[in-house]
């Protein structure tokens, strides 16, 4: 592990974000308040950056400040960042990791580039044939969520390729967060053993052959209600329907924190009924709000990027530097890239 004065070196593109730069180094901050053995190499462009690290003291020896010449907006297409975004902010936070300079990086831009750059930068692990997006999802597990993949790297996957996911997801489970054996599942359009296509119904054998080779329990297949259940910790499936579901939980907890704030506003007895209820709703909220649980993780590449939500808050930021810092420090690119080589020798 490459470190500065005994630090974890982590490298953040401030910039593609939907709230500015200076809401990730608001994030940037919470975080070293948490954990200050972080060191940063921050990456951006103009002014206002520089101007606001001179500001924040509490940050002095902790991090570098890297130049970019232009920034990739959320617009652009993979193949025209691929293009135009060499010197980008985003590129050179992945050159960190790939000069090894930096442990993880971590990025709220736009996630097709971010993909892209990544796989030219980083190039995939030996073996692994496509990529994976790990998201955590709030569940009523004892750790607050469940792991699920692939949540947009790639829309197609096969047998082989849902075997690789399992294995890397179990990688994250285990290092990232100390599930000694987790219990992983494919998600399916039922839990009988005749539903789903014939590449679910493949992969589901292969996976269970697999348990005992990299220490984990298969329970089989799982519907889209078992996502935030206390009964798995990690679901595989394909990047399409990983997408929508992943969107689909988004959209639904806004809108329940919406429809909470109306209710307890709607009459004085409602609001009555809210200040006498603020500290169990307050916890609610905490336990449903997508952003504590913040950054998805690129799978499968010679290196960890966390890739933040476009539009994350300072809590978001903070919450995925949390995460990047965790695996940095349980070693976690290590024991995934011994997990992979374990399947690819079967």
Not at 13 to 20: F, H, V
Not at 320 to 331: D, F, G, Y
Request: with cysteine; proline share 2%; net charge positive.
């Amino acid at each position: 592990m490459h470190k500065i004065k005994d630090k974890i070196v982590i490298s953040i593109d401030c910039m593609g974000g939907d709230l500015g730069e200076q809401e990730v180094l608001k994030g940037i901050i919470s975080a070293y308040n948490k954990n200050n053995y972080l060191y940063f190499i921050i990456h951006g462009t103009g002014n206002l950056l520089p101007k606001l690290l001179s500001r924040h003291k509490i940050l002095s020896g902790s991090f570098k400040y890297v130049e970019a010449s232009n920034v990739v907006s959320m617009s652009e297409k993979p193949s025209q960042a691929l293009r135009k975004g060499k010197e980008s902010s985003m590129w050179n936070a992945l050159s960190c990791v790939s000069s090894g300079e930096a442990e993880v990086a971590i990025s709220c831009g736009n996630t097709g580039a971010l993909m892209a750059m990544s796989m030219v930068k980083l190039k995939k692990i030996n073996g692994i044939n496509r990529p994976a997006i790990a998201v955590l999802w709030p569940s009523t597990n004892i750790n607050g969520f469940n792991i699920l993949l692939d949540a947009g790297a790639d829309i197609k996957a096969d047998a082989h390729d849902l075997c690789q996911y399992t294995a890397m997801g179990v990688s994250y489970a285990k290092s990232g967060f100390n599930i000694e054996t987790p219990r992983v599942g494919i998600l399916n359009v039922g839990t009988e053993n005749h539903k789903g296509s014939s590449e679910l119904l493949k992969a589901s054998d292969m996976i269970e052959n697999l348990s005992s080779i990299l220490g984990f329990k298969f329970i089989g297949y799982v519907e889209g209600d078992d996502i935030p259940s206390s009964k798995i910790d990690v679901i595989v499936t394909d990047g399409f329907t990983g997408n929508i579901a992943l969107k689909t939980g988004e959209g639904t907890a806004t809108l329940v924190r919406t429809l909470f704030k109306e209710t307890f506003t709607n009459s004085f007895l409602a609001k009555i009924a809210s200040f006498l209820a603020f500290k169990a709703l307050k916890n609610l909220r905490k336990r449903i709000d997508p952003r504590r649980v913040n950054g998805g993780v690129f799978l499968g590449l010679n290196g960890t990027i966390v890739k933040s939500h476009g539009s994350s808050d300072a809590i978001g930021i903070c919450a995925a530097i949390t995460l990047a810092s965790k695996l940095a420090k349980n070693n976690f690119q290590k024991n995934l890239e011994n997990k992979v080589l374990q399947i690819n020798n079967l």
